[in-house]
């Protein structure tokens, strides 16, 4: 019961509002750009460009090519190689 009761305020803690600064904290990209179109500015996606790019710029990852899923699991994976899931984390 007390381990249900944890996982219920942990999911209502991720779903809360987050401010920084006073200002609200986009939880995805789709958000970040509704923010944008608001505020009549470009802010998060300049700001998401400038991070993209920069991952980009140091070469952070290669492709590999399109991956294709055959019952759940990845059909052409290259050897040696295993997909990773990247998400962004929005902060101020």
């Not at 608001?38 to 710029?57: A, F, M, P, Q």
Request: hydrophobic letters at 30%.
């Amino acid at each position: 019961m007390l381990c249900r009761l944890d996982q219920s305020k942990l999911c209502q803690v991720r779903r809360m509002t987050k401010y920084n600064y006073r200002f609200e904290v986009p939880k995805a990209y789709m958000e970040a750009i509704g923010f944008d179109t608001l505020n009549g500015n470009h802010k998060w996606r300049d700001s998401t460009k400038k991070e993209l790019d920069s991952i980009d710029e140091y070469e952070t990852f290669s492709y590999k090519g399109k991956a294709i899923y055959n019952n759940g699991t990845m059909a052409n994976s290259p050897v040696g190689y295993k997909k990773i899931r990247v998400h962004l984390i929005f902060d101020i």
